[in-house]
């Protein structure tokens, strides 16, 4: 028997927040809010809910510090809200583990359109994953280790940049699957990808060398002609 996923609404703005607790309450989801960074580290802590509606412009306590504080424990998914259409305040949530991001105003039928996709995204990843504990993907003799950004290859760690963790996170999250560089890009930076961007290539050469993959036969990072790079399952 399916649950019925949580979600935890976390913004300033009472109304706001009870319009949308009662807007998704309509759509076969359960919902808590509250309305301060300190409450909702708490809560997202203690609750463990499935997803999080985080405002970023919380008193106090901010969502970016909320998020920074509570992603090394909690697994679920993040979507964040802010009234400020900033690319850098984007990118710093993405980085410091959002998975979604949304400006507002705005509209419930995209919002719920949002997270239904992270919803998804995270059921599948659970039923494709072969992991050693609820954080770590393992592929043959590489492990990827979210919760504490670690990296062993054959028991031994590797040393690993933020972007280069994050890369090799998402291609292991997807493993078998080919994601274009499009679709990589957007992840990482939340931009559209230029044609002389090469920031994901050089990417995933710094992650191919660190691997020990031979580019010609690789074991991991495997290039997919016309459709991009895809995570294989090891030796």
Known sequence: METTPTILVVDDDVELCSLITNYLSNHDFQLTSCHTGVDAIERIVNEKPDLVILDLM????????VCREVRGEFRGQI??????DDQADEIAGLEIGADDYLTKPVSPRLLLARIRTLLRRRVTDEKTITTL???TIVLGELEVDQANREVRLAQKPLRMTTTEF????MLASHAGEPLSREVLHQKMYRLELEPNDRRIDLLVSRLRKKLGDDTAQPHYLKTVRGKGYQMGTGR
């Open 79 to 84: 979507l964040m809200l802010t009234a400020l």
């Open 133 to 135: 504990e609820e954080s």
């Open 166 to 169: 994050d890369l090799l996170w």
């Open 58 to 65: 919380l008193p106090g306590v901010d969502g970016l510090a």
